[in-house]
RNA sequence: GCCCUGAUAGUGUAGUGGAUAUCACGUAGGAUUGCGGAUCCUAUUACCCGGGUUCAAGUCCCGGUCAGGGCACCA
């Protein structure tokens, strides 16, 4: 509603500037004054036309107001200075905004166009961690701000399952054992067992593993451990740990690199389905175990793309002979393509020496078949992955497919510095979450006493994910973020009061007797002067479409968070200054009351944020 | 060294070249015999530095300073 009247403003200005037989300019800028006594709406097109009148910007204002015609849903039209000034006729405009306003409230016609969103992408080689939801929570939250805009879009995580790091876990498995005493499984304790000499006991009296080497024995009852024995949402802590102290062993004993690029030579080779098993096994289990973190941060994915099958169905290949074609390539012990002609000095390799492919090789492939299959492509990357999109973006030219668009985000840090998987320090999405939800059934506690433990347990989980979300939304991608504890999870402000806002409308409907859906809007508001926090309300509430258009266009999504506080806000000081229940208006303001709700509720779900009815 | 990003109140942040720079936290006051005080109101304090473009610069350009990231046959 808010951009129609944006839009009759531009045009009812074109109509004036043409009736005034003067040049139209191509933008017409409209925004929002800086105070009330200003108006709702603004522009400042005298500025631009005044150069080429060789008027002043104010006279260009009056001549304007002599010829304009006010539009639809305004009630003034004025010149403050060289500024044309618009006010609301909000007893009109309201009746527009309240009626179109159903339980679908933001969903933007359909604009028949499809997008491939990749976000997350974390290489499975450990949980989740605190770096990686920057990407998630962006990229979900974008997912559902384009889904509502009208968009149909196909979310995918893309998995890493033939770089060196899996080749590290993978070496892991051969060689080490998982660390028992840290694996707190409950199953183990149940069943107050060796999990090796249980391993073991199955793997006893195969002939067919007589046959293998002791290393490929070692994996399989590596494997076995982790499918039969530990917890679902603890796989990829473990898979973690493995890691971590396969890098110690590497630090300690370089020389093993050598035995981890065999591994990668002979999986990729795939002529060794033992192998291939082990591999798939690894990466596997750490995205069985960081599926439920992401399930309980509410962040989807459509689908899994591997990023084997690329050189399995021989598009790596083809990728490598097309580029040869573009001239571009050039090879001195290796293959590389050469792009100091476009301002990239850093080459890019497109094989190993011993044969194999290398990611960006492959993501190639999976980029060409991106942008074949969608209209729009978007990546959420890391900003550490700018050259190599630079470079992505060059082969992509050479190949004749689009690019991606890509949102790239800023590191979060620890206070202590930079978060590594490699070396066994962060704070991982899983730890997070319970802390978050911990504190926020402490802060319920102290509020209610009304409640049992499994209200509580419900209400908390939806406030300490709402946090963590928002905490996270809020902020513009480009921006560095230390992470501090008490800034991620205060329940003062921030996402919890707009929660609260949800509640506490939930609470009023609940509350009224005379809440009633099809009310003659019309009849009560010609006999009714809306007061100023309803205006203010309403207004806001009408914005709600033109927020998720903005932020679908822009693929930004923290304008969204910043909607959601204004949002609460408004409705807070609605209800702080007038009675509802009980009220002469109470039915209008019901009524009112019951729109705002929608809109909280359905602006909250673009952030992946619950709204609880109490809390 | 070269390249990319950021720099806005005590802190964190928004800001399409246009009027009095957003929001939140913090601090100091205040409100409520009403529908839930995770609320509302008031005060408080800011565009890194130096040039330039423009009628108009937090916003664009150039040069610094500080912070983060990149410059692998890693992903």
Known sequence: MYRKLKLDVVNSIKDAINTLDWEVPDNIPVEEPPNAKMGDLASSV????????????????????????????????????????????????????????????????????????????????????????????????????????????????????????????????????????????????????????????????????????????????????????????????????????????????????????????TYEGGEDPLLEFIFKEAVNSCLEGMEPTLKRLHVNHDSFIWESKYVRDGSVEKVIEKLKDSGYTKENEVLYLDLKDF????????????????????????????????????????????????????????????????????????????????????????????????????????????????????????????AIRYYIARLSPEKHMVFKWDEALSFERGCASIQYAHARACKLLQKAEKFDATIDLENILDHYQLENSEMELIKTISQFTSVIEESAQTRKVHKIAQYSLDLASAFNKFYKSLPVIGSEEEILRVFLVDKSRITIKNCLDLLGIEAPESM
């Open 46 to 265: 005298a500025f631009e036309l005044a150069g080429k009148l060789k008027k002043s910007p104010v006279e260009i204002t009056q001549d304007i107001l002599k010829v304009f015609i006010k539009p639809e849903n305004f009630d003034q039209v004025e010149s403050k200075g060289p500024y044309l000034n618009f006010f609301i006729d909000y007893q009109k405009f309201s009746k527009l905004v309240l009626n179109s306003i159903n339980e679908g409230y933001g969903n933007l016609k359909i604009k028949n166009r499809k997008i491939i969103l990749e976000h997350t992408s974390a290489n499975p080689n450990g949980p989740l961690h605190i770096g990686h939801i920057r990407n998630s929570i962006i990229g979900d939250s974008l997912n559902r701000v384009l889904m509502r805009a009208g968009y149909t879009v196909e979310t995918q995580y893309y998995v890493n399952d033939m770089g060196r790091q899996i080749a590290m876990v993978v070496w892991g498995l051969f060689n080490l054992k998982f660390d028992e005493k840290t694996a707190e499984t409950s199953y183990k304790e149940q069943i107050n067992y060796d999990p090796y000499l249980w391993a073991e006991q199955i793997l006893k009296n195969r002939p067919e593993l007589d046959a293998l080497e002791e290393k490929y024995v070692n994996a399989l009852k590596n494997i076995l451990y982790l499918q039969v024995l530990v917890d679902e949402n603890q796989k990829d802590h473990q898979i973690g740990k493995l890691y971590f102290r396969v890098n110690q062993e590497l630090k300690a004993r370089p020389e093993l690199i050598d035995e981890i690029s065999q591994l990668l030579i």
């Open 343 to 466: 301002g990239i000095e850093k080459e890019l390799v497109l094989m190993r020496s011993d044969g194999t492919s290398l990611y960006s090789t492959r993501d190639l492939a999976y980029h060409l078949e991106k942008s074949r299959k969608g209209d729009v492509v978007i990546d959420i990357l890391g900003s550490d992955h700018k050259l190599a999109i630079d470079q992505i973006r060059l082969a992509l030219g050479f190949l004749d497919v689009k690019s991606p668009e890509v949102i790239f985000y800023e590191f979060i840090t620890l206070p202590e510095g930079s978060m590594s998987t490699r070396r066994g320090v962060f704070i991982s999405v899983d730890q997070l979450m319970t802390e978050a939800v911990e504190r926020a059934k402490a802060e319920i506690k102290k509020r209610r006493t009304d409640l049992d433990g499994t209200e509580i347990a419900e209400i908390a989980e939806k406030i300490g994910i709402g």
